[in-house]
Every structure is written in C-alpha cells, then in structure tokens.
C-alpha cells in the first residue's frame, strides 16, 4: 500500500541544508526553534539604568539577602565585644591606647572603638532595615488576599494524594443521595469545629467539602519579620534619645546627674543639656568578700559578693538607701545605674614647706591584677609648690617583698598595705587647655625626683605615715580612714566604685518586640498549615467516602490528622444514623476477621 504522501524520487530530492555545526537542519522545525537552523545562540536583553536598578531592588529585597544581612550584622558586631568601646568602657580605651600605641591609630581609623556608632556597622544596619522592609511588605498583601480567598475546589481525584482514605457506608433509611448530603453536613461542622475554614463544592456527581487551617503559620512569620522590624527602628530610634554615662564614686563622695558630674559622657544627637533627671547618689559603703588566703588554692583571693549601699535622695520624695550589685542595676528616675568596677583610692595629702595643705584628696587607684589588687594611680598636684608635681605610684593591699626587692600584693584585701610614690617635677601640660586623664602622667617636660635612675629610693608609705620630698619642696602622707579604735588595717584605705549611667526610652519598646518575635517564632514554628478534603458519592446505592489531606511543606503528624478526621467522623455517622458502616468480612470460621 502506498502513502498517502508521495516521495520525491531520490534524483530529484534537494540536498537538506547544512548548519554551521554540521548537523542537518529539519525542515519540520521553525528557524526560531531552539534547535532551528537560525539559532546562533541566545541573546539576553541589555538592562538600560531603570532595569539595574530594579534587578537590585528585587536582590536586595529578597528573603535570602535579608538572612545574609543579618548573619553580617551578627559577625560585625563580634569587635565590639572584643574591643573596649567608648560608650561603655572610655578608660578600657585609653588603657588600650597606652598599651598599644603603634596599633591604636590603626584600630581607631577602622572605627573599632565605636563598632555600635561606626559607618560601616550602620551601613550593614540600614540595608538590613531595607531588605526586610521591601521583603516584608509584598508578603503582607500577597497573605492578606490569601485570608480572603475561599479554600480550593476539592480535587476531581483525591485517590492521587499521598494521604487518601476511603470508605463506603450503607443507607439506612434515607435516600442514598440525601445521606451523601447529609454526610458532608456532618463533616462540614466537624471540620469547622476543628478550627478549618470551609467551603462547600456540590455538583451532579457529588458532595464534597474543602478545608484549609494554619494561616496562623505565615502570620506568625509576618510578626516575627515585623518584630525584628520593630526592635531595629527602636534601637535606631532609641539611640538619639538614649544616653549613656560613667563616674568614679569614693566612699564617703556623693554624685550629682549632671552633665559636670560625669566623668564621661556620651549621648544621642537629640539629647539636650537639660534632659537630665535631677538626683543625688552618696555611696556610704562598699562590701566586697574574698575567698580566704591560701596559696595551695586557686580560688584564693577570689572575689565574691560586690555590693555598693548608697543613699539616693530625688526632689519631691524622701531619701532612702539603695544598692548596687553585680547583674542588679539600681534604677532611678527612668536610669539605669550599674556596677561596672571597684577598686581602692588611698587619702593622699601633700603639705609645702611651711606646712601648708596644697592637696588632699582620695585618688581612685587602678587594678593591674584583679586577683592580687595591686593597682596604678597617677596624683597631679598643679598648685601650692615652686613647681608643678605629679606623682606615679603602686598600692600594694597585702604587701610581700619579691626576690628582687620590688613589692608586690599576695591577697587583694587590706593586710598589710604599702604605697609606693615616684615623685615628678615641671610641666603638668594641663595649662594650655589641652586634655588629659587623671590616670596618665606625662613625663615629657618634667624631672624625675624619686625612683627609677634617680638614685633616690621611692617613697614608702604605710597608712599614717608621712616622707619629706626631695630638695624641701615639703611632705607627703598616706592618710589612715580607720578610726581610732581599730586594731588592723581592714578600713584604713577607701574603696570607690565605677558606675555606668544608662538611660534609654527604647528598653520597653524592643522588650515588646522581642517578645512579639518570639511569639511570631512559635507561630511559624508550631503551626501546620494544611487543607483537607471530604467528599461523599453516591456509589451502587451506598455512600462512598473520601477523605484526603494535603500539606503545605512537611507534616509529618498529616497522616494522623487525616486518620482522626475519619474516625472522628465515623463516630458522629453512627450518632446520627442515616448511614451505617459495612460489616466486617467474616474469616472461614464465621468470626469477624480481626
């Protein structure tokens, strides 16, 4: 039999074109066809300057560069808890500043001593604060019209999906066709009681049912990004309203919230001098217990309780004692004060050669060895004497000789206290209106009178005693604060501590969506979403039933959701009694199989 379409004799036939690559091309094919003989490759199109810009908008605000930029924040914050930072620890930076000055200019131009403040951190900040944004806002339209919609029209074949039950009942009574209604009914109230959005979906073929729970999941995750949101504009926000100040308290010295008060200060841009709550702190007394001294033991000397008594006094109200702990911030007119340091300020006082007092005042000290307590202080004293003196010394709690002569402190309390002086005379450098810290003495325009190549040994001081100074210039005493009673040098030397003024409006705020994001987080977590379906026909006189579920990512509890649905409704079938379930198949003995 021939075709019915005639082929060319083999003379007459054309040679088929050849492409570039060598293969014949189909004459069947278009020439734009992927595999056309004009195919020279695919050409994308050229993005003009708007195409750039929305490609990156769509970059930038996908979910995917949002956790990136989160997981970068995370990272870019680690420097600020490795370095000192300015607003919480300005003595950690100039300490850092001395210990290493060829590497400090470095670290300060990196802005690694205000991580929280730098440009970097806040240009990772505000990208954040933009992808989330830009991802945020699409999704709530696209849920909010998912909230709107009606559930799905029930699957003409729900035998397909994975989690598919199906059952036959008989009549009892009723017609067939009005039991298979009223099977839907009963199922439709069930999964409504169930907390399922339902829809019914009726045709000639049938009864059926579509429900749809767990729109809760992704609203939890819309509060969760919206939280975050939140906690990040809070922080922004807070932070030019939010102040953050320290001060050197000595036992016995009263502090005054005052910008003069601090001893340094850093604030927001919109905190104005007047912003200040006025109040008044004393702080009568420091505790501070150590483990007992034994050399045997590594926990000798340790420190235990800290605890600050401190009378506070506020206009309008009564004054009354407070404390400061450890971990347990003292709050006062909406600050914050806490616990930073503690250390000892000996009672230094300095006479001329007639006898007269020029200077007199307890010096806080700096801890070298937190262990030991053997601290670093600098007494500048600008007036009273021909010329300018400064003083570099050690305090030694627990004084012991080491081999090499040098002392050194064995135990961090009040044993056997030494101090130990090397006097300066000349320049101070604090004439020229240029600043320093009380914690450095600069040696540059001033001679050396004790200690060190001088020849003249440094000034030993017990408390009570008084030395002479070189050249007559007068006297020097380390001043005993025990009273006249006491029998050992347990109060002979003040404590001060080192407080942190905190004041931010934010705290409350990013409390309240901190826990919004949790609660979105549980939301997200916990909440399956899910739809299922019941469908009843009419089969043979009997009432056929399906049931199925399908879930939106993994499920794994949808299998024994679907299993209760069925059984659940089997029981309220029986109750109702327009159908009733097929008898079990007997085995060969005329029991019911098991």
């Given at each position: 039999?021939?075709?019915?379409?005639?082929?060319?004799?083999?003379?007459?036939?054309?040679?088929?074109?050849?492409?570039?690559?060598?293969?014949?091309?189909?004459?069947?094919?278009?020439?734009?066809?992927?595999?056309?003989?004009?195919?020279?490759?695919?050409?994308?199109?050229?993005?003009?300057?708007?195409?750039?810009?929305?490609?990156?908008?769509?970059?930038?605000?996908?979910?995917?560069?949002?956790?990136?930029?989160?997981?970068?924040?995370?990272?870019?914050?680690?420097?600020?808890?490795?370095?000192?930072?300015?607003?919480?620890?300005?003595?950690?930076v100039?300490?850092?500043?001395?210990?290493?000055?060829?590497?400090?200019?470095?670290?300060?131009?990196?802005?690694?001593?205000?991580?929280?403040?730098?440009?970097?951190?806040?240009?990772?900040?505000?990208?954040?604060?933009?992808?989330?944004?830009?991802?945020?806002?699409?999704?709530?339209?696209?849920?909010?019209?998912?909230?709107?919609s009606?559930?799905?029209?029930?699957?003409?074949?729900?035998?397909?999906?994975?989690?598919?039950?199906?059952l036959?009942?008989?009549?009892?009574?009723?017609?067939?066709?009005?039991?298979?209604?009223?099977s839907?009914?009963?199922?439709?109230?069930?999964?409504?009681?169930?907390?399922?959005?339902?829809?019914?979906?009726?045709?000639?073929?049938?009864?059926?049912?579509?429900?749809?729970?767990?729109?809760?999941?992704?609203?939890?995750?819309?509060?969760?990004?919206?939280?975050?949101?939140?906690?990040?504009?809070?922080?922004?926000?807070?932070?030019?309203?939010?102040?953050?100040?320290?001060?050197?308290?000595?036992?016995?010295?009263?502090?005054?919230?005052?910008?003069?008060?601090?001893?340094?200060?850093?604030?927001?841009?919109?905190?104005?001098?007047?912003?200040?709550?006025?109040?008044?702190?004393?702080?009568?007394?420091?505790?501070?217990?150590?483990?007992?001294?034994?050399?045997?033991?590594?926990?000798?000397?340790?420190?235990?309780?800290?605890?600050?008594?401190?009378?506070?006094?506020?206009?309008?109200?009564?004054?009354?004692?407070?404390?400061?702990?450890?971990?347990?911030?003292?709050?006062?007119?909406?600050?914050?004060?806490?616990?930073?340091?503690n250390?000892?300020?000996p009672?230094?006082?300095?006479?001329?050669?007639?006898?007269?007092?020029?200077?007199?005042?307890?010096?806080?000290?700096?801890?070298?060895?937190?262990?030991?307590?053997?601290?670093?202080?600098?007494?500048?004293?600008?007036?009273g004497?021909?010329?300018?003196l400064?003083?570099?010394?050690f305090?030694?709690?627990?004084?012991?000789?080491?081999?090499?002569?040098?002392?050194?402190?064995?135990?961090?309390?009040?044993?056997?206290?030494?101090?130990t002086?090397?006097?300066?005379?000349?320049?101070?450098?604090?004439?020229?209106?240029?600043?320093?810290?009380?914690?450095?003495?600069?040696?540059?325009?001033?001679?050396?009178?004790?200690?060190?190549?001088?020849?003249?040994?440094?000034?030993?001081?017990?408390?009570?005693?008084t030395?002479?100074?070189?050249?007559?210039?007068?006297?020097?005493?380390?001043?005993?604060?025990a009273?006249?009673?006491?029998?050992?040098?347990?109060?002979?030397?003040?404590?001060?501590?080192?407080?942190?003024?905190?004041?931010?409006?934010?705290?409350?705020?990013?409390?309240?969506?901190?826990?919004?994001?949790?609660?979105?987080?549980?939301?997200?977590?916990?909440?399956?979403?899910?739809?299922?379906?019941?469908?009843?026909?009419?089969?043979?006189?009997?009432?056929?039933?399906?049931?199925?579920?399908?879930?939106?990512?993994?499920?794994?509890?949808?299998?024994?959701?679907?299993?209760?649905?069925?059984?659940?409704?089997?029981?309220?079938?029986?109750?109702?009694?327009?159908?009733?379930?097929?008898?079990?198949?007997?085995d060969?003995?005329?029991?019911?199989?098991?």
């Amino acid at each position: 039999m021939s075709n019915s379409r005639s082929e060319a004799p083999a003379k007459d036939r054309k040679p088929a074109k050849k492409r570039s690559n060598g293969s014949a091309a189909d004459p069947l094919r278009p020439s734009d066809h992927v595999d056309g003989a004009g195919d020279t490759g695919i050409e994308s199109p050229k993005l003009n300057v708007v195409g750039w810009l929305r490609w990156g908008w769509r970059q930038l605000t996908s979910m995917r560069t949002a956790l990136v930029l989160l997981l970068i924040l995370a990272i870019a914050a680690i420097p600020g808890s490795i370095f000192p930072q300015r607003m919480a620890d300005p003595n950690g930076v100039t300490q850092y500043k001395v210990d290493h000055p060829d590497l400090f200019p470095i670290m300060d131009s990196m802005q690694l001593f205000d991580v929280y403040l730098s440009a970097w951190f806040s240009a990772i900040y505000l990208l954040l604060f933009l992808s989330l944004v830009g991802c945020v806002i699409p999704r709530i339209r696209h849920h909010a019209k998912a909230l709107r919609s009606r559930p799905p029209r029930t699957p003409a074949r729900l035998q397909r999906l994975d989690d598919h039950r199906a059952l036959t009942r008989t009549v009892t009574g009723s017609e067939a066709r009005a039991a298979a209604e009223r099977s839907v009914d009963i199922a439709q109230k069930q999964l409504r009681a169930l907390r399922y959005r339902v829809e019914r979906y009726d045709d000639a073929r049938g009864f059926s049912v579509s429900a749809e729970r767990g729109y809760a999941r992704e609203t939890g995750n819309l509060i969760f990004h919206l939280a975050l949101l939140g906690v990040l504009v809070s922080v922004g926000v807070g932070g030019s309203f939010a102040y953050t100040g320290q001060r050197v308290v000595v036992e016995g010295t009263s502090f005054v919230n005052t910008l003069l008060d601090y001893s340094s200060m850093n604030r927001g841009r919109f905190v104005s001098d007047n912003a200040l709550q006025p109040y008044r702190m004393t702080l009568d007394k420091f505790d501070i217990t150590y483990q007992p001294y034994d050399p045997s033991k590594p926990s000798s000397g340790q420190a235990g309780d800290f605890d600050a008594h401190v009378t506070v006094s506020e206009p309008g109200s009564e004054t009354h004692p407070a404390s400061v702990q450890v971990n347990h911030p003292l709050g006062i007119a909406g600050d914050r004060v806490y616990l930073l340091g503690n250390g000892y300020a000996p009672t230094i006082t300095v006479r001329n050669a007639e006898g007269k007092v020029v200077f007199h005042d307890s010096v806080p000290f700096l801890p070298q060895n937190n262990s030991t307590m053997t601290s670093l202080g600098v007494v500048k004293v600008p007036d009273g004497l021909p010329k300018q003196l400064g003083f570099v010394g050690f305090f030694y709690p627990t004084t012991a000789p080491l081999q090499s002569g040098a002392f050194t402190s064995i135990y961090p309390a009040l044993v056997n206290p030494t101090l130990t002086l090397n006097a300066y005379a000349g320049d101070l450098g604090i004439d020229d209106g240029t600043p320093r810290s009380v914690y450095v003495l600069d040696p540059t325009k001033m001679t050396q009178l004790t200690g060190g190549k001088t020849g003249t040994k440094s000034l030993e001081l017990q408390p009570g005693d008084t030395a002479q100074l070189p050249d007559g210039m007068g006297s020097v005493t380390f001043d005993n604060e025990a009273p006249k009673s006491a029998k050992d040098y347990s109060q002979s030397v003040k404590r001060y501590v080192s407080l942190q003024i905190h004041h931010d409006p934010s705290e409350q705020w990013v409390l309240g969506f901190a826990a919004l994001a949790v609660l979105g987080l549980v939301l997200a977590l916990f909440v399956p979403r899910r739809r299922m379906w019941v469908k009843a026909t009419v089969v043979d006189g009997a009432v056929r039933l399906e049931y199925a579920g399908l879930a939106r990512g993994e499920d794994p509890t949808l299998a024994a959701a679907v299993d209760d649905l069925v059984a659940g409704h089997a029981r309220l079938l029986d109750a109702d009694g327009s159908t009733a379930a097929l008898p079990e198949p007997a085995d060969e003995d005329g029991t019911p199989a098991p």
